[in-house]
């Protein structure tokens, strides 16, 4: 027999197996069995009839716990039985937690997330002192309340209110404070509360090989119309190809499975980790990290399949789900499955790490070798990488000079030269306003982008 989350094995009795119990109490309970090795073979007891007595002792006054401790039919093993507590339960001022076949000392999020849950508690739903109504935005507020009114899920007369009874409503206060997520929802600068609380934007020539760079900052809901804003009209570019004569633009990314993804990184994300979402686009895939963890017990599979909500901080996610951005039935990732498979586009992959969780975006074969800005279907404009990444830089600064091209591209003014002649002739750049002017990103027909 193994050892697994409920149940672990010891040849004899220490006073710092305690941690296991502790463990246990603060987990789904368990049993340790103490006279076997660690394949749960008996090797045989020393001063049973002590343990017997000792253990549920310790446990009491180390722990404040009860447990039973029961001799086995043989004589050989005695199993410490432990439940599951609701309250924390603490080892010489230590926390523990049985994952696995482990007992690991819980710290820093993970430890505020645990204490949090035991007491009932969610991050967002926590009071912030020092902020009041006067520190809101109320343009945020205002564009929350058209959005709402548009969704139909908040009844017309409760967004008449004002903003104390709205925020009321919305569950946003407590005891007369603002709630972190009142914060993040609607302060124009949420990160005198909340350090990190942004989205960092990067284009990737390779892992290590950044070529240029966006931060997004605001409100939350801020911070998803202005980085899809940069995702669609800088770092990636709709393809194009015609029906018959009707123009058609695909993006590398369905916008509607692009933008569920930010929506879910900023409603499920960990706030207590001091870093941004980030955002890095390649030639061939998007790939979004938020700081965060599955729901404990969850896998992956959990995650695509059909489950039920399961909102990270419960108080952003009904804000967001009032103003018509997401449902309240977890269907977050089906709906980016379902947009992917309907855009002929590769399934999402997700993929989990100690630090949080990354959402990675391929791009369709015949999007893989444009970059941002560049390239276009139905062979009507080809595009090198360096052509691409020529583009994103003139994108980001129109009036970028030929020498700072170069530094950026890693190549001689000559070179720059000859790509931005090779773009032209190709009808992707214009110049305007003559030798003193600047280079234009256009289509193929002449019409500015």
């Not at 695509?304 to 977890?330: C, K, M, T, Y």
Request: proline fraction near 5%; charged fraction near 25%; hydrophobic fraction near 40%.
């Amino acid at each position: 027999m193994t050892e697994h989350q409920q149940k672990e094995y010891k040849r004899v009795w220490k006073d710092e197996w305690l941690k296991t119990l502790c463990a246990f109490a603060n987990a789904q309970g368990g049993t340790l069995v103490i006279g076997c090795d660690d394949h749960g073979n008996p090797v045989g007891l020393d001063r049973p009839g002590k343990l017997l007595e000792d253990i549920p002792n310790k446990a009491r006054d180390v722990l404040g716990i009860m447990v039973d401790v029961n001799l086995g039919t043989d004589g050989e093993t005695l199993a410490v039985c432990v439940e599951p507590y609701s309250t924390p339960i603490s080892y010489k001022g230590e926390y523990f937690y049985r994952s696995g076949s482990t007992t690991q000392a819980l710290k820093g999020a993970a430890l505020d997330r645990f204490l949090m849950r035991k007491l009932g508690v969610h991050w967002d739903g926590v009071p912030v002192p020092g902020f009041s109504l006067e520190d809101l935005s109320e343009d945020a507020l205002q564009h929350f309340r058209e959005r709402a009114a548009e969704s139909k899920r908040i009844p017309a007369s409760d967004l008449a209110l004002k903003n104390r009874p709205l925020l009321e409503k919305l569950k946003l206060l407590k005891d007369g404070y603002l709630k972190n997520a009142a914060i993040l929802l609607f302060h124009a600068d949420p990160e005198k509360a909340v350090t990190g609380a942004f989205v960092k934007i990067g284009y990737f020539r390779s892992e290590t090989d950044l070529r240029f760079q966006d931060e997004v900052h605001g409100d939350l809901f801020t911070q998803v119309d202005r980085a899809m804003d940069f995702l669609l009209t800088k770092y990636t570019q709709a393809l194009i190809s015609y029906r018959g004569v009707q123009r058609v633009e695909r993006f590398p990314v369905p916008e509607e499975a692009l933008r569920e993804a930010l929506h879910n990184a900023l409603v499920h994300r960990e706030y207590t980790v001091p870093v941004p979402v980030q955002i890095r686009v390649y030639a061939n895939k998007i790939r979004i990290w938020n700081p965060g963890h599955l729901p404990e017990d969850w896998t992956v599979e959990n995650l695509v399949g059909p489950h039920a909500s399961h909102p990270g901080n419960p108080d952003i996610a009904n804000a967001f789900f009032r103003a018509g951005l997401i449902e309240a039935w977890g269907r977050g990732m089906e709906k980016i499955f379902e947009a992917c498979t309907a855009a002929e586009n590769p399934k999402p992959r997700i993929v989990t790490e100690p630090g949080g969780l990354w959402l990675e975006f391929p791009f369709a074969i015949e999007q893989a070798s444009g970059g941002p800005n560049g390239g276009q279907m139905g062979g009507q404009i080809e595009l090198t990488g360096r052509q691409n990444d020529l583009i994103g830089l003139i994108r980001a600064d129109k009036r970028m000079s030929r020498k700072t091209l170069a530094d950026q591209l890693g190549i001689n003014q000559s070179a720059v030269q000859k790509l931005l002649e090779a773009l032209k002739k190709k009808g992707v750049l214009k110049r305007i306003g003559g030798t003193r002017g600047h280079w234009e990103v256009v289509s193929q027909n002449g019409k500015q982008l």
